[in-house]
């Protein structure tokens, strides 16, 4: 069941163009709608309601360049992952007249990073000096992996003997 139903959304809207102007214009509205935190209202309308919003999905040269600005933000803060997504946003708007939800941008941001940070088996194992011929270096390959044994045993602290809650 959603959240919010087409009554309170069309009520949201008209509250929006009246109250739009106004810096806590959430609040007020949520203090119409006493159902709903100012929060609530705050991410379905940048989300979902925003007739500004462009529906489409992202297109290649905003997928670089979210990317780019992301990156440009992560590095510019010096910190893992907090990159402050409105200014992602607005720079988007600004360079392709659109306007992306904030939802759209990061869940692309997150699924590239996600897809980037996948190991791949057969690039990423480390060279080994075989016990035949020291001089020679082979590596592994994906399938004689997969055939290898485990060469750690988890130790088990005898799980029959566990008490349950």
């Not at 040269?61 to 600005?69: D, G, S, T, W």
């Not at 803060?77 to 708007?93: A, G, H, P, T, Y």
Request: aromatic share 10%.
């Amino acid at each position: 069941m959603a959240l919010f139903s087409e009554k309170d959304e069309r009520l949201i809207i008209s509250h929006m163009k009246s109250l739009g102007h106004y810096h806590d214009r959430f609040v007020r509205i949520s203090r119409l709608m006493p159902k709903y935190t100012p929060k609530q209202i705050s991410n379905h309308w940048r989300n979902y309601l925003n007739p500004k919003l462009c529906k489409k999905p992202l297109g290649n040269y905003e997928k670089k360049y979210i990317i780019e600005l992301a990156q440009k933000y992560k590095k510019s803060r010096n910190q893992k992952s907090n990159i402050n997504w409105k200014n992602v946003i607005q720079d988007l708007e600004k360079q392709f007249g659109k306007l992306y939800s904030e939802n759209q941008v990061k869940n692309f941001w997150g699924s590239n990073i996600r897809s980037n940070t996948r190991i791949d088996l057969s690039l990423r194992l480390p060279e080994v000096i075989s016990d035949d011929d020291p001089k020679h270096r082979q590596k592994f390959s994906r399938v004689s992996l997969l055939t290898m044994e485990p060469t750690h045993q988890p130790v088990l602290n005898e799980p029959y003997k566990m008490q349950p809650y």
